[in-house]
């Protein structure tokens, strides 16, 4: 046990610092302070020494120098067993600290702020609290530090009697985690202001939203994590309104969702099984758009989640309520529709920010075994305008309706993908196969019938005509494809034979 003799407690958030510095001071702790820290805790009526009492010199440059001292950090590193560390101490009548109590400028706040100016931001950049942090968990065998305020009330309750080593390892841990989230912060910014895209080291740190039950099975165990400034509509920052705790895959299915409903402007429903969708619908009212979801694959949305654009209102709310599904995600729910769906006790409602200020991280990560992959999100899109008609027949203003909405859910299909589309929604998806002609076979024979004037989206080109000819036994009258193959003539051909229109977006849609 080490017991807590000496503090040094300087924080920027001051959550629980006057009640901490009270339970120590009842108990003879002599505290040393700086700035506004020591300010609240005198006018509390807690004695407090400055800092600048203990070092003999003032602060200066503004306050930027002030911790950085023989005496500060002689008192947090000395290794008390000892002799010759012992003996310069004495020498040079320094006082070891035994509990060092600090968090650190508010530098992401500050870069939170929309308006916020590159010089502001540089100087929100702590030094001294790092120092003190970093020195205090390195010498943790003899030092208790903390850096969260939830922490307080447990080195309040053991330090009676001192704080036990795994304790003292335990926020050891947690402190050089705090630098090292904090540092990643600074480095993020500074990289994305200088513009560089892919740095030659990467650092990243996340914050924890919850601990998940498990992983994608239960031999796995999960948590989940989320930006530290994230920004816009996700569903790290969505408000879960009623429901069970989500799971890895619900987090996981429901950002697929959420991804695809966001690729819409007009009024659009998202179903989405396994990350795939298993129906999309876009019509005048939101209530045209889930039933156009809904039929799309009435089977298959069974036991899925659903997002949706618009604010969910008592009819729409009526419909969902009438099969099972995991979540409803939307950016709101007026009272009465909220009520309806809350008569269900397991479903999940979460409200997604619709007006939250900048945009998610564009950069993408994937782990593999021994590293990383790092890559930027996927956000083109296409417009009729910069597409190229490589048939003779042009599309009707039908089919280029058509095509242009394959196109946008074709591009959130797993791999190889290909997407059917009449009408304001989907009739057929082939998601993840092997060969491109695999998937087209698996969209016709969901789509049957309807697929007769129908309009295909592939998310990558054609190798070979194959899947041409079996868009024309369908009846499908017009493809969207990126084009690029060294075959492209045999598909444009093939289309021509059967009267097909087809066009080339230049731009390719993996997702793996």
Known sequence: MQPIRRALISVSDKTGVVELAQALA?????????????????????????????????????????????????????????????????????????????????????????????????????????????????????????????????????????????????????????????????????????????????????????????????????????????????????????????????????????????????????????????????GNTLLEAWEKALASDPVSIFGGIVALNREVDQDVALQLKEIFLEIILAPGFTNEALLILQEKKNLRLLRWNEDAQGRASSLQLQSVRGGMLAQSADEQTVTKAECEVVTKRNPTDQEWEALLFAWKVVKHVKSNAIVLAKEGRTIGIGAGQMNRVGAASIAIQQAKEKAKGAALASDAFFPMADTVEKAAEAGITAIIQPGGSIRDQASIDEANKHGITMIFTGTRHFKH
Request: aromatic share 6%.
């Open 26 to 282: 009842s108990r003879g702790v002599e505290i040393i302070s700086t700035g506004g820290t020591k300010r609240q805790l005198a006018e509390a009526g807690i004695p407090v020494i400055g800092v600048s009492e203990v070092t003999g010199f003032p602060e200066i440059l503004d306050g930027r120098v002030k911790t950085l001292h023989p005496r500060i950090h002689a008192g947090l590193l000395a290794v008390r067993d000892e002799e010759s560390h012992r003996r310069q101490l004495e020498d040079r009548q320094i006082s070891v600290f035994d509990l060092v109590v600090v968090n650190l400028y508010p530098f992401r706040q500050t870069i939170a702020k929309p308006d916020v100016s590159y010089s502001e931001a540089v100087e929100q950049i702590d030094i001294g609290g790092p120092s003190m942090v970093r020195a205090a968990a390195k010498n943790h065998r003899y030092v208790t530090v903390l850096v969260d305020p939830s922490d307080y009330h447990e080195v309040i309750q053991q330090g009676r009697d001192g704080v036990d080593m795994a304790t003292r390892r335990r926020l050891a841990a947690k402190a050089f985690r705090h630098t090292a989230a904090y540092d990643a912060v600074i480095a993020g910014y500074l990289t994305e202001e200088v513009g560089e895209e892919s740095p030659d080291s990467l650092t990243v740190t996340y914050e924890k939203v919850q601990s998940l039950r498990y992983g994608e099975n239960p031999q796995q165990t999960a948590s989940f994590y989320r930006e530290p400034l994230a920004k816009g509509p996700s569903i790290a920052t969505a408000e879960q309104l009623h429901g069970k705790e989500l799971s890895y895959n619900n987090i996981n299915d429901a950002n697929a969702a959420l991804e695809m409903v966001m690729a819409f402007a007009e009024p659009t429903a998202v179903g989405v099984k396994h990350m795939n969708p298993c129906g999309v619908g876009s």
